[in-house]
């Protein structure tokens, strides 16, 4: 035996040492990187800690459950006013446990968000060495692909948010892993999807013709499309027999076959691209990726172009911080990382490929944090102040009525689960089924809401005890703008103030029973040109204000008190006494319910020395709200 061929037999058993030493080594990296990744993301969510409103219609549908009432918004009203069946089983389950929702919901949130932050990092290494075999930095591009998913704050804001968007987006981030590996737990992992939300069934059909296109043929298509579908079958048959339809009621209430719908979900894709896609570099890298990635990985951009253009199809979201992406984020990471390998193995020795990769996912990565930062906090600010009005709105109405009285309002998550017992009508149809399939149309009755149905005599003709605008006085949705239209709400409703430090909250009250006639006022632009009046207020242009309030009440309905009862209260903050007065007594002639006019004469005839007016008036506030006079 030479020297030479006994250097290389001592060397031969060593080999595979190494190569586990070196595999060891890499996995340690990725392991260590994604915990920096899980740590750095758990102090973002915490930071952006809130709940939003809409994370309480599924509290309240889980409440009714386990108080008996079954899966239902109100009692026995068979409606499936949410999309997150598996969610609220969730919470139902903890409930049974002892658990708070808002608790449980926080902490399935976070633990899912972790997931994605995992299996992006398992996608980004996988992907990497897909173009690199053998590479030995592809366990860098999981440290990388997880800490861009970790740096994004819209995936922490709606992991603790409440919500199940970081859940769902789980499930699709487990069915892609299996579906690459064809494993059968791909089919467990698009069920639970599906469960959780509509749009899981879109993920599902994507895969199961990624079966045929780019996987195993159409044997092994049809195995996955109908072997979900026998999962299926039992739920399908639940919703047909308890609800009455397979769709969700949302879908009807939130979508629609119109240009206004695709406008705005270009709009808002267009701002996601602008927050997180670099201004559309990422659309062209993902577009990329689906020509210059081989084989099964193919379906990666695939997949986030489609589930893009259903976003857009829809309409997008209402709420603002990108929450119909987040679910698809690690479909995002991982082909961009993908198109990158391709370019940097075109372009450059495989020894230097992560130099690419470096200053792209720096740059994404720092932009993709710090542009959102802003929309991300205001957005959540605003969310807090709205839960806290409709907890402190509906502590107040249980605080002076007593009876198991209703309420219609057009924002009504927090609202409802403080009101459990009370019917609560939502005037947007999201949970009401008549509303969300039979809306009415008024010409010209357009907002920014996302949400357009509305059915204002069908709510009129309910007779809630009360009704809640979102914003107190100012008809902003739709579906308030409908109601100022109509004679009846103008007739037998009126404000009632529940003043709080630094603003006075309103809700409508019922007169009582209405036996007059309710015609609709037939221009749009009454209840338009009090909406601009409120807006020009906010925005201190008190001047405009006024003039829009006195064009309200020179085209308007005679029947109309509001626009006198506004200028009263503006020309006495003023100083103007006697156009104040005047107008005060132009709306009580007209409303002898308007509490706010009340409060204007009262003042005013006080420091004139008409204590007997003076005390007059202040009987009839007390009469009509008496907590403003204790």
Same mark, same amino acid.
């Not at 997880?146 to 981030?173: K, Q």
């Not at 253009?309 to 993908?338: K, M």
């Not at 107190?472 to 709400?489: C, D, Q, Y």
């Not at 009046?533 to 201190?540: C, D, I, M, P, Q």
């Given at each position: 035996?030479?020297?030479?061929?006994?250097?290389?037999?001592?060397?031969?058993?060593?080999?595979?040492?190494?190569?586990?030493?070196?595999?060891?080594?890499?996995?340690?990296?990725?392991?260590?990187?994604?915990?920096?990744?899980? %740590?750095?993301?758990?102090?973002?969510?915490?930071? +952006?800690?809130?709940?939003?409103?809409?994370?309480? !219609?599924?509290?309240?549908?889980?409440?009714?459950?386990?108080?008996?009432?079954?899966?239902?918004?109100?009692?026995?009203? =068979?409606?499936?006013?949410?999309?997150?069946?598996?969610?609220?089983?969730?919470?139902?389950?903890?409930?049974?446990?002892?658990?708070?929702?808002?608790?449980?919901?926080?902490?399935?949130?976070?633990?899912?968000?972790?997931?994605?932050?995992?299996?992006?990092?398992?996608?980004?290494?996988?992907?990497?060495?897909? %173009?690199?075999?053998?590479?030995?930095?592809?366990?860098?591009?999981?440290?990388?692909?997880?800490?861009?998913?970790?740096?994004?704050?819209?995936?922490?804001?709606?992991?603790?948010?409440?919500?199940?968007?970081?859940?769902?987006?789980?499930?699709?981030?487990?069915?892609?892993?299996?579906?690459?590996?064809?494993?059968?737990?791909?089919?467990?992992?698009?069920?639970?999807?599906?469960?959780?939300?509509?749009?899981?069934?879109?993920?599902?059909?994507?895969?199961?013709?990624?079966?045929?296109?780019?996987?195993?043929?159409?044997?092994?298509? %049809?195995?996955?499309?109908?072997?979900?579908?026998?999962?299926?079958?039992?739920?399908?048959?639940? /919703?047909? #027999?308890?609800?009455?339809? $397979?769709?969700?009621?949302?879908?009807?209430? /939130?979508?629609?076959?119109?240009?206004?719908?695709?406008?705005?979900?270009?709009?808002?894709?267009?701002?996601?691209?602008?927050?997180?896609?670099?201004?559309?570099?990422?659309?062209?890298?993902?577009?990329?990726?689906?020509?210059?990635?081989?084989?099964?990985?193919?379906?990666?951009?695939?997949?986030?172009?489609?589930?893009?253009?259903?976003?857009?199809?829809?309409?997008?979201?209402?709420?603002?911080?990108?929450?119909?992406?987040?679910?698809?984020?690690?479909?995002?990471?991982?082909?961009?990382?993908?198109?990158?390998?391709? !370019?940097?193995?075109?372009? $450059?020795?495989?020894?230097?490929?992560?130099?690419?990769?470096?200053?792209?996912?720096?740059?994404?990565?720092?932009?993709?944090?710090?542009?959102?930062?802003?929309?991300?906090?205001?957005?959540?600010?605003?969310?807090?102040?709205?839960?806290?009005?409709?907890?402190?709105? #509906?502590?107040?109405?249980?605080?002076?009525?007593?009876?198991?009285?209703?309420?219609?309002?057009?924002?009504?998550?927090?609202?409802?689960?403080?009101?459990?017992? =009370?019917?609560? !009508?939502?005037?947007?149809?999201?949970?009401?089924?008549?509303?969300?399939?039979?809306?009415?149309?008024?010409?010209?009755?357009?907002?920014?809401?996302?949400?357009?149905?509305?059915?204002?005599?069908?709510?009129?003709?309910?007779?809630?005890?009360?009704?809640?605008?979102?914003?107190?006085?100012?008809?902003?949705?739709?579906?308030?703008?409908? +109601?100022?239209?109509?004679?009846?709400?103008?007739?037998?409703?009126?404000?009632?103030?529940?003043?709080?430090?630094?603003?006075?909250?309103?809700? =409508?009250?019922?007169?009582?029973?209405?036996?007059?006639?309710?015609?609709?006022?037939?221009? !749009?632009? $009454?209840?338009?040109?009090?909406?601009?009046?409120?807006?020009?207020?906010?925005?201190?242009?008190?001047?405009?204000?006024?003039?829009?309030?006195?064009?309200?009440?020179?085209?308007?309905?005679?029947?109309?008190?509001?626009?006198?009862?506004?200028?009263?209260?503006?020309?006495?903050?003023?100083?103007?006494?006697?156009?104040?007065?005047? =107008?005060?007594?132009?709306?009580?002639?007209?409303?002898?319910?308007?509490?706010?006019?009340?409060?204007?004469?009262?003042?005013?005839?006080?420091?004139?020395?008409?204590?007997?007016?003076?005390?007059?008036? /202040?009987?009839?506030?007390?009469?009509?709200?008496?907590?403003?006079?204790?």
């Amino acid at each position: 035996m030479t020297a030479g061929q006994s250097q290389r037999t001592k060397g031969a058993p060593r080999g595979p040492h190494r190569a586990a030493r070196v595999a060891s080594r890499d996995n340690l990296i990725v392991a260590v990187g994604v915990g920096v990744a899980l %740590v750095l993301f758990v102090l973002q969510a915490r930071a +952006l800690w809130f709940t939003q409103d809409d994370a309480y !219609i599924s509290y309240r549908y889980a409440h009714n459950a386990l108080a008996g009432y079954g899966l239902v918004f109100n009692p026995w009203e =068979h409606v499936e006013g949410y999309t997150n069946f598996l969610w609220v089983v969730w919470l139902i389950l903890a409930g049974l446990l002892g658990v708070g929702f808002d608790l449980a919901a926080k902490v399935l949130g976070l633990v899912s968000a972790g997931g994605m932050i995992v299996l992006t990092a398992l996608l980004s290494r996988a992907v990497w060495a897909s %173009v690199f075999p053998g590479s030995r930095f592809a366990h860098w591009a999981g440290v990388f692909g997880a800490l861009l998913l970790a740096g994004n704050g819209s995936l922490a804001y709606w992991s603790v948010s409440g919500l199940e968007t970081a859940f769902f987006g789980m499930w699709v981030s487990l069915a892609l892993w299996w579906w690459l590996r064809r494993s059968p737990l791909v089919i467990v992992a698009l069920t639970l999807g599906i469960l959780t939300r509509p749009e899981g069934g879109l993920i599902w059909l994507v895969l199961v013709v990624g079966e045929w296109w780019l996987g195993d043929g159409i044997k092994r298509a %049809v195995q996955l499309f109908a072997t979900v579908a026998l999962l299926l079958i039992p739920f399908a048959v639940f /919703k047909l #027999a308890y609800y009455g339809s $397979l769709l969700p009621n949302p879908f009807y209430a /939130k979508t629609g076959l119109a240009w206004e719908y695709f406008a705005s979900g270009l709009r808002y894709a267009w701002f996601f691209l602008q927050q997180y896609g670099l201004w559309g570099v990422c659309l062209a890298l993902v577009l990329l990726a689906v020509f210059v990635l081989r084989g099964r990985w193919r379906i990666v951009p695939v997949m986030w172009l489609i589930f893009t253009l259903y976003i857009v199809a829809v309409g997008g979201d209402v709420l603002r911080p990108h929450r119909f992406f987040a679910p698809v984020l690690v479909l995002l990471v991982v082909s961009v990382l993908g198109a990158l390998a391709q !370019i940097s193995a075109r372009l $450059l020795h495989r020894a230097y490929s992560l130099w690419l990769l470096v200053p792209v996912v720096a740059v994404w990565g720092g932009l993709g944090w710090w542009m959102p930062r802003e929309i991300l906090l205001s957005t959540r600010a605003l969310e807090m102040g709205l839960v806290m009005k409709m907890t402190t709105v #509906a502590g107040r109405l249980r605080g002076v009525d007593t009876t198991p009285f209703s309420l219609a309002a057009s924002t009504i998550g927090k609202i409802a689960y403080d009101l459990p017992g =009370h019917r609560v !009508i939502d005037m947007l149809g999201l949970t009401d089924s008549t509303v969300a399939r039979h809306p009415e149309s008024i010409p010209g009755n357009v907002s920014s809401w996302r949400e357009r149905n509305f059915n204002a005599s069908y709510v009129l003709a309910q007779d809630p005890d009360y009704i809640l605008f979102s914003t107190g006085h100012k008809p902003s949705a739709p579906a308030e703008r409908a +109601l100022v239209l109509h004679e009846k709400f103008r007739r037998n409703y009126y404000p009632i103030p529940f003043p709080i430090p630094g603003r006075v909250l309103a809700v =409508h009250k019922r007169k009582g029973e209405y036996t007059g006639a309710d015609s609709v006022w037939p221009s !749009i632009e $009454l209840a338009q040109g009090v909406n601009a009046a409120f807006n020009f207020l906010v925005r201190n242009q008190y001047d405009s204000a006024v003039a829009a309030m006195r064009d309200v009440k020179r085209r308007g309905p005679q029947d109309y008190a509001l626009p006198d009862a506004f200028m009263a209260e503006w020309y006495m903050d003023t100083g103007q006494r006697g156009l104040a007065l005047a =107008h005060a007594d132009s709306a009580l002639a007209v409303d002898s319910f308007l509490i706010g006019a009340w409060r204007v004469r009262s003042n005013l005839l006080k420091e004139l020395g008409d204590t007997v007016g003076a005390a007059d008036a /202040k009987g009839h506030i007390k009469r009509l709200a008496p907590w403003l006079v204790l």
